[in-house]
DNA sequence: CCTACCGATCGGTAGG
DNA sequence: CCTACCGATCGGTAGG
C-alpha cells in the first residue's frame, strides 16, 4: 500500500536526472557551436529522442541556457567556498581557488562550464546570471586584497588582477585537447603555476617548464627536483 | 581625354573601401551575437542599405566570416613584425608586441578582431585561418624562447606561456567598456605589466595599482615615481 | 542598389 | 515521448 507513496519520489528523481543530463548536453553544444548555431533537434538526436520531447523538461530553447549558465555558477561558487575553508595566505587561497577551477573545467564534464553569449538571455535572466558572476568574481577578489594585506601578494590592481587570471583560464577551453599530450590536472597545475608568479610577492624563479613532469601523486619536493634533474627526451606523461 | 582612365581606378578604389566598412561592421556585430546570432539584414541596417546590396562585396555569408578573420591576422603579423624589428630582449620585445596587440584590440577598430568560431567557416577557410594563427603564435613563442636564451625570461614552457598570455589579452573584449574609468591605453600598460611578471626573469616588486595613472606621455620614472606617491583619491584618469 | 521572392530551417505547439 | 504541423526568419537569387 506504500507503493504510491515511494513512485512520487522516483519518478521525480528520474525527471530531475534527465533534465540535468539535458542541460549538460544543451551547454557542451552552445559551448562547440553557439548558442544560435545550435538546434534543439541537434540537442535531441545527441539524447536519443526528438525535439518536442525536450520541452518536458524546460519551457524553452532561451530558459535552457540559463539554466546553463545557473548550474556553471553553482560549480564555481562551490569552488570559492572550499578555496575559503582551505585557509592560509591570500596566494593560497586563490592559487586553490584557480586550480580546482581549471581541474574541473578540463575535467569530463567540464564543457558544460557556459561562458559566452550571455545576450542571448531575455533581460531578467541576463541580469541574474551576471550578478552571480560578479559575486563570484568579487569573492576571487577578495583573495587578492587578503593577499595584498597578508603580504604573499605584491601590491596590485585586484579587479585588473582577476581579469587577467579569468581570462587565462576560461581561454584554456579553447585549446585544451583531451587526447593531447599533457593531461587535465598536469595543465591545471602548470598554468595555475605561471598565473601565482605573476602575483606572488616573492616570485619563484623555478618554473615546471614541461606539464607532463606533473604526477598528481607526486609531492612538491620531489617535483621540483624533477624539474632542474636531467630526464628522457618525452619526459614523464600523462600519469596515471 | 583622360577622364576615362582615371575614373577606373577610382571606382575600384570606392568598392574595396566600402567592402573594407563592410567587414569591419560585420566583425563589430560577430563579435557582438555571434556568427549565427547576426543575420546579413541587420548589418545591411547599420550600412544603410538592404541585405541584397551587400552580395555586391562579397559571394556569402561564410566568406564574410573568413575575410573579417584574415584581416585580422593581417593586424596581427603585422604587430608582431613591428615588436621584432624593435630589437631588444626576448621579454622586451614580447612585452612590446602585446602591449600594442592589446591597443589595437581596444582601439577604435579594435572589435574587429574576431577570435571565435572558426568552425562556422568551411574546411578550406577554417584551416587557412589556423595556419595563420599558428604562425602569429608561433612568432610569440620565438620571443620567449628568445627570452629563455637570453636571461631575461624564466624558463618555462613557450606553449602553455602564450595560451596563458593570448588567454588573457583576448578575454578583456569580454569585461573592457570604452566609457568606463579606463581607457584602452592604460588598461594595455597596467594588464601586460601583470603578464610580463609571470614571465621575467627579475620580476619587479612594484606593481601599478591603478591603472588610471598611467599617461601616454609620461616616462618610465615619473610613473613608477607615482606608484609609490600619496595621490588624491581618484587618482589621475583618462588623460587626453 | 532595390523589390520581391525561393527553399530550408528554426523554435514551439496540438493532439494523441 | 512521437508525428505532424504552425508562423517566422534565415541565406541567397532573379530581374530590373
Not at 536526472?17 to 544543451?26: G, H
Not at 550571455?118 to 559575486?135: L, N, T
Request: with cysteine; hydrophobic share 40%.
Amino acid at each position: 500500500m506504500a507503493t504510491w507513496k515511494n513512485a512520487v519520489p522516483e519518478a521525480s528523481a528520474q525527471f530531475d536526472r534527465k533534465r540535468e543530463v539535458l542541460i549538460r548536453e544543451a551547454a557542451a553544444s552552445f559551448n562547440r557551436r553557439g548558442y544560435y548555431g545550435t538546434s534543439l533537434t541537434e540537442i535531441a538526436k545527441k539524447l536519443g529522442v526528438t525535439k518536442a520531447a525536450l520541452y518536458t523538461y524546460v519551457p524553452s530553447k532561451e530558459e535552457l541556457l540559463y539554466y546553463c549558465h545557473d548550474s556553471a555558477m553553482d560549480t564555481a561558487v562551490e569552488i570559492v567556498e572550499a578555496a575559503q575553508q582551505g585557509g592560509g595566505t591570500g596566494l593560497q587561497k586563490l592559487t586553490r581557488a584557480l586550480r580546482s577551477y581549471l581541474e574541473m573545467m578540463l575535467g569530463e564534464d567540464g564543457s558544460y562550464v557556459v561562458l559566452l553569449e550571455e545576450h542571448a538571455m531575455k533581460p531578467a535572466h541576463m541580469k541574474a546570471i551576471i550578478k552571480r558572476r560578479d559575486q563570484f568574481e568579487a569573492a576571487l577578489r577578495s583573495f587578492v586584497t587578503d593577499g595584498i594585506a597578508d603580504g604573499s601578494i605584491v601590491p596590485c590592481n585586484p579587479k585588473l588582477a582577476i581579469f587577467m587570471v579569468t581570462g587565462a583560464l576560461n581561454w584554456s577551453r579553447k585549446w585544451y585537447r583531451p587526447d593531447g599530450n599533457w593531461s587535465g590536472p598536469q595543465i591545471a597545475y602548470a598554468l595555475t603555476q605561471m598565473l601565482e608568479r605573476s602575483l606572488s610577492s616573492s616570485p619563484s624563479d623555478q618554473m615546471l617548464d614541461d606539464p607532463g613532469l606533473f604526477d598528481p601523486d607526486m609531492d612538491e619536493e620531489t617535483l621540483m627536483a624533477a624539474v632542474v634533474e636531467p630526464r628522457t627526451a618525452e619526459g614523464r606523461r600523462r600519469p596515471a
